[in-house]
């Protein structure tokens, strides 16, 4: 589970060297459980970044509106975009990503392997 507790959480990674991050924020409409927006119930959403500006290394805590870079107290939103603090204005660089339901994938890709958190 990510780090953090209410509507936004936090969770860092490395791949291949490469420091990541993910925000994740509760309450997104579900868009593939409604055919009306307004109606679609609310869950998790989450977007991977490259955790990493100008050749320095980010790290990230969930806070109250958003997701808070630690050494600058930066805010971020959803979309890997700084808004508030020495960083508004700049956006994380996005990781390829795919959503897909866990039964969809599986079928398509049954070698898949599963990376767990360490811990």
Known sequence: MPKGGGRFAVQDAN????????????GTALTGLSTRLDEAPRGWSGTVWVAR????????????????????????????RGISGPLKGRTLRSI?????????????????KIAGDGG
Do not use: N
């Open 15 to 26: 791949l291949g060297g490469r420091p990541l991050v993910a925000f994740w924020r509760k």
């Open 96 to 112: 390829p990503q795919i959503t897909a339901f866990w039964f969809s994938w599986s079928d398509s890709y049954p070698d898949t």
């Open 53 to 80: 500006l100008d050749g320095k290394r980010l790290h990230f805590r969930a806070g109250p509106g958003g997701f808070v870079e630690s050494r600058t107290g930066s805010l971020f939103d959803l979309f890997g």
